[in-house]
């Protein structure tokens, strides 16, 4: 599954917002304060939104008022189309949510999915509720069996402020909404602290890198002990991409604590993980996270190049664009000219704020940027000389 557009209306800084075309690798470039972390918030808001309800996500954030866009009026709308293998065939889906409140009272106002069955046409709900009513289609599947002959499950959720997505989607006849709530429940949202990395773990188990990296010793270890090979290929990448690093390895202590050894090829002893640099102990992250035996099919990672050393931004940036290629999706925000240095013209959108709200472009649709990268100019270059800075493209 890949996020092909995204539309926003009066999500915070987003009055009105719609991406399309988005690549298998996405760059978004700003000045701080522009919207970037804002952007990212919406896959946060989704998630909370589903492992409780959208209430309480927007609480977490303030409440409906604090959410919604300053000066606005009407729902908060939320839109993200995906590509999805159905039957055999890849169908662009929709979710559409619009959330509403009248006082206290927080509500959906509508939740949908839908899809074409048929090469022409237009795109079926095959769910559709508001304010915790509606139905969806259980043998969406059938293609073969005309629009009416489909069958309908109606559905009454506990709450208006459910998403449909949460209850429906555990059940595997629901086929779309079953895909869509498994494409949620994966994807990851950085939110890295070094500090949390370098902590001490007591001994446990976890699969897969946390938000904040502070599981990164156990993570470690798992893969060491059930995916060797994989570990290797983290380890020889850690040798190529960090000068002097010769092992890295996860170490249960005599009182049953777990912690991350590093090997620096010109001593004898091994770092404990408190010892070594923020740069390494980010790209160690980074690696292990990029290397998942079970990857992410999204990843939103903020401002990577936070300690780590320049000349090692470009290595970073062909590390997510090999997970891009393998099948995966990653989002990057950014406003460093070395990594930005490292990506192509159709990778890249700059955000600007104008008036208290956000636009996003696209840079392979100025045509100055255009033609200058087309004369050898690099991108981050073009950044730092404030080419991106301008509120609408030329």
Request: charged residues 25%; negative net charge.
């Given at each position: 599954?890949?996020?092909?557009?995204?539309?926003?209306?009066?999500?915070?800084?987003?009055?009105?917002?719609d991406?399309?075309?988005?690549?298998?690798?996405?760059?978004?470039?700003?000045?701080?304060?522009?919207?970037?972390?804002?952007?990212?918030?919406?896959?946060?808001?989704?998630?909370?939104a589903?492992?409780?309800?959208?209430?309480?996500?927007?609480?977490?954030?303030?409440?409906?008022?604090?959410?919604?866009?300053?000066?606005?009026?009407?729902?908060?709308?939320?839109?993200?189309?995906?590509?999805?293998?159905?039957?055999?065939?890849?169908?662009?889906?929709?979710?559409?949510?619009?959330?509403?409140?009248?006082?206290?009272?927080?509500?959906?106002?509508?939740?949908?999915?839908?899809?074409?069955?048929?090469?022409?046409?237009?795109?079926?709900?095959?769910?559709?509720?508001?304010r915790?009513?509606?139905?969806?289609?259980?043998?969406?599947?059938?293609?073969?069996?005309?629009?009416?002959?489909?069958?309908?499950?109606?559905?009454?959720?506990?709450?208006?402020?459910?998403?449909?997505?949460?209850?429906?989607?555990?059940?595997?006849?629901?086929?779309?909404?079953?895909?869509?709530?498994?494409?949620?429940e994966?994807?990851?949202?950085?939110?890295?602290?070094?500090?949390?990395?370098?902590?001490?773990?007591?001994?446990?188990?976890?699969?897969?890198?946390?938000?904040?990296?502070?599981?990164?010793a156990?993570?470690?270890?798992?893969?060491?002990?059930?995916?060797?090979?994989?570990?290797?290929?983290?380890?020889?990448?850690?040798?190529?991409?960090?000068?002097?690093?010769?092992?890295?390895?996860?170490?249960?202590?005599?009182?049953?604590?777990?912690v991350?050894?590093?090997?620096?090829?010109s001593?004898?002893?091994?770092?404990?993980?408190?010892?070594?640099?923020?740069g390494?102990?980010?790209?160690?992250?980074?690696?292990?996270?990029?290397?998942?035996?079970s990857?992410?099919?999204?990843?939103?990672?903020?401002?990577?190049?936070?300690?780590?050393?320049?000349?090692?931004?470009e290595?970073?940036?062909?590390?997510?664009?090999?997970?891009?290629?393998?099948?995966?999706?990653?989002?990057?925000?950014?406003h460093?000219?070395?990594?930005?240095?490292?990506?192509?013209?159709?990778?890249?959108?700059?955000?600007?704020?104008?008036?208290?709200?956000?636009?996003?472009?696209?840079a392979?649709?100025?045509?100055?940027?255009?033609?200058?990268?087309?004369?050898?100019?690099?991108?981050?270059?073009?950044?730092?000389?404030?080419y991106?800075?301008?509120?609408?493209?030329?």
């Amino acid at each position: 599954m890949k996020i092909h557009s995204i539309r926003l209306k009066n999500y915070k800084t987003f009055k009105n917002l719609d991406l399309t075309h988005i690549p298998p690798l996405a760059i978004f470039v700003g000045a701080n304060g522009t919207g970037k972390s804002t952007l990212f918030d919406v896959f946060g808001f989704l998630s909370d939104a589903l492992t409780n309800n959208v209430r309480q996500a927007l609480n977490k954030r303030g409440g409906f008022k604090e959410v919604r866009s300053r000066d606005s009026e009407g729902l908060i709308e939320i839109e993200l189309q995906f590509r999805l293998d159905i039957a055999g065939s890849n169908r662009l889906v929709t979710y559409h949510l619009e959330i509403g409140a009248e006082g206290r009272d927080i509500f959906i106002e509508r939740e949908f999915l839908r899809y074409k069955r048929g090469q022409y046409g237009s795109p079926y709900h095959f769910l559709e509720f508001s304010r915790g009513k509606g139905y969806a289609i259980t043998n969406e599947e059938d293609f073969a069996k005309p629009d009416e002959e489909l069958e309908r499950e109606e559905q009454e959720l506990n709450s208006p402020d459910i998403l449909a997505i949460k209850g429906l989607g555990q059940f595997e006849r629901f086929k779309a909404a079953s895909a869509f709530r498994n494409f949620i429940e994966n994807w990851h949202v950085s939110d890295f602290h070094i500090s949390e990395a370098r902590s001490v773990k007591d001994a446990g188990y976890a699969e897969h890198l946390s938000p904040k990296g502070e599981n990164l010793a156990l993570v470690a270890q798992y893969i060491y002990e059930n995916h060797p090979h994989v570990f290797q290929t983290i380890l020889d990448k850690m040798k190529h991409r960090v000068p002097g690093i010769a092992n890295v390895e996860a170490e249960t202590t005599i009182d049953g604590r777990i912690v991350l050894k590093f090997q620096d090829g010109s001593f004898q002893d091994p770092f404990i993980a408190r010892y070594v640099s923020d740069g390494t102990i980010k790209m160690f992250a980074y690696l292990v996270l990029l290397h998942d035996p079970s990857p992410h099919p999204l990843l939103c990672i903020e401002e990577p190049e936070n300690q780590l050393y320049p000349s090692l931004l470009e290595d970073l940036l062909e590390e997510f664009r090999l997970y891009a290629l393998k099948g995966g999706q990653v989002f990057v925000t950014s406003h460093d000219p070395d990594l930005i240095n490292g990506a192509k013209l159709e990778e890249v959108y700059w955000l600007v704020k104008k008036e208290g709200y956000t636009t996003v472009h696209r840079a392979s649709e100025d045509e100055i940027i255009k033609a200058l990268v087309a004369e050898g100019d690099k991108l981050g270059y073009l950044w730092r000389q404030s080419y991106f800075t301008q509120s609408d493209p030329q």
